[in-house]
DNA sequence: TTAATACCTCAAGTCTGCTTGAGGTCAAGG
DNA sequence: CCTTGACCTCAAGCAGACTTGAGGTATTAA
């Protein structure tokens, strides 16, 4: 259809991806993705950024946010698409962070399973609402479903 | 201070729930908490007001939407502040919404360790892409992280 | 050749959960 | 009485992750 040499149309791409296309637009926009023109002033991708789309859509699923995607992608050499290696190095990473998440949810779980029993809800002493007892030292209410946030 | 019979002003309410004036003022906006005014047009809250606005964050920390949490407690005879009786009911149900949160991420982190092995990642068949193979039957991108968004 | 698609850019809109600011009122102490 | 400080309302702004729309160009099938 629009495929010339070995590149796809951001139509196709967006289909196979399962995105829509004003999203590889905002991909791209974003330093996430790139492409090439061809002389209509039309995106030419490689099929490999399939896989970068992938690992984004992934990522995002352990609820990383582009940003932080982009600080690991950012990390690979040249910004190419992650061979196998990288991905298991990401994926390593990646999983710390997922490791923690769930850590954090599943303490939460475990505390609601203790105000099931009291009932109780004070702001000073419940365990849900003030996990780690943050509140008392720094005043913001307790962060604690995003344990890797302390950039800005 | 500005403390009249029964109630609190907003301030004060804000400094002891741990959350800004304003998102007082937006909670009530949004229904999920309530005052009544006094013969200057200030708000007065009952106490009661600390302990729904502690089950409104304690909803949050587990990942619960702010129109999630007016569904729930609007379902309370009165749209009272929980009771006991009450809170423990919540409880269980949002401890159900947390365990499959929970089981999502950990398939989720279980499948990364997979790929951390393969290095594999192709739109079609990566077990975190495309979790339970939503993408071949709804055309919409697999969102596992929200087990409970059927609304809409 | 021509009509139908497919693309392009840039601006603005959407949704969530609040925050900030402007301009004005109310309450309490000296 | 008068000055703070606590409140009030309403409008607008912000961040994140996109989507939608308008107006215009490219490509392609017939």
Redesign the interface.
């Known amino acids: 259809m629009m495929k010339t040499d070995n590149s796809w149309g951001v139509g196709k791409i967006a289909e ?4 829509k296309i004003s999203t590889l637009h905002y991909y791209e926009q974003q330093g996430l993705i790139s492409s090439v023109r061809n002389s209509g002033n039309q995106r030419r991708y490689k099929k490999e950024v ?2 970068r ?3 984004i ?2 990522a995002q ?3 990383i946010s582009l940003k932080e995607i982009k600080q690991a992608l950012d990390l690979l050499p040249n910004k190419r698409t992650p ?3 990288d ?2 190095k990401l ?2 990473q ?2 710390k962070s ?2 923690g ?2 850590t954090a ?2 303490k ?2 475990d505390s ?2 203790g ?2 029993g009291c ?5 000073k002493n ?1 365990p ?2 003030n ?1 780690e007892d943050k ?1 008392g030292k720094n ?1 913001k ?2 962060v ?2 995003s344990s890797s946030n302390d950039n800005e």
Not at 16 to 19: E, L, M, N, S, W
Not at 119 to 123: T, V
Request: hydrophobic content about 45%; aromatic content about 6%; charged content about 25%.
């Open positions: 196979r991806a399962g995105v399939l896989r789309i992938g690992v859509k992934a699923q352990l609820g061979t196998q290696e991905w298991k994926s390593k990646w999983k997922l490791d998440r769930i949810m599943t939460l779980r609601l399973d105000c099931i009932g109780c809800l004070s702001m419940c849900i609402y996990p509140l005043k209410g307790a604690i479903l």
